[in-house]
């Protein structure tokens, strides 16, 4: 009998997983690996809408058609939401007799992000504030880049453009026999 109660629970057991498994919410995104994603498809939209405009200027001091541009960034910003906090705190006193042992206080934070409704109606969190991607570098491949006079007028465009020391801008030049014009 005791083997017929255990098969019995067994089977039970078994069902009952198989139910929870059926009706536990599955959620196949890793919303871990999702945000880093999210932030290189926006760097890479970034430093490519930089890359452009960069090119267009460098043209339009060039004379050049399609000057090569590359940005590297250093961090792509930060944003800040607006949290709430709330605070709890308990208290714990130990009496012997009429006088104080011991005090034990536990504190414990709960912080929720603030929400506000968008025009579509659903809810995101308020932003504080958003600080701007911070630009490493930039690299400029152009025929004028060989001419020292070109390059120092290059360097001069992007370092005010982008507010960056003349360290972090690089103006190379290139020949049609190095690289190539086919």
Excluded: F, H
């Amino acid at each position: 009998m005791k083997n017929g109660k255990l098969t019995y629970m067994l089977i039970a057991a078994c069902a009952a997983l198989v139910l929870l498994m059926l009706l536990w919410p599955m959620d196949t995104k890793n919303t871990e690996n999702e945000a880093p994603e999210t932030v290189e498809l926006a760097a890479g939209d970034y430093t490519r809408a930089l890359s452009a405009q960069i090119a267009q200027m460098v043209s339009a001091i060039t004379g050049e058609s399609e000057p090569q541009v590359t940005v590297t960034l250093r961090t792509m910003g930060e944003t800040v939401y607006a949290t709430e906090d709330k605070q709890s705190e308990k208290s714990a006193e130990e009496y012997s007799g009429e006088s104080l042992n011991r005090t034990q206080t536990d504190g414990d934070t709960q912080k929720t992000y603030i929400l506000v409704k968008a025009a579509d109606g659903s809810q995101k969190p308020l932003i504080v504030t958003k600080t701007e991607p911070e630009i490493r570098g930039v690299v400029v491949v152009s025929r004028g880049g060989g001419d020292p006079k070109m390059r120092e007028k290059i360097v001069e465009a992007v370092k005010t453009a982008l507010d960056l020391s003349s360290t972090q801008v690089c103006v190379v030049g290139y020949s049609e026999y190095t690289y190539g014009n086919e």
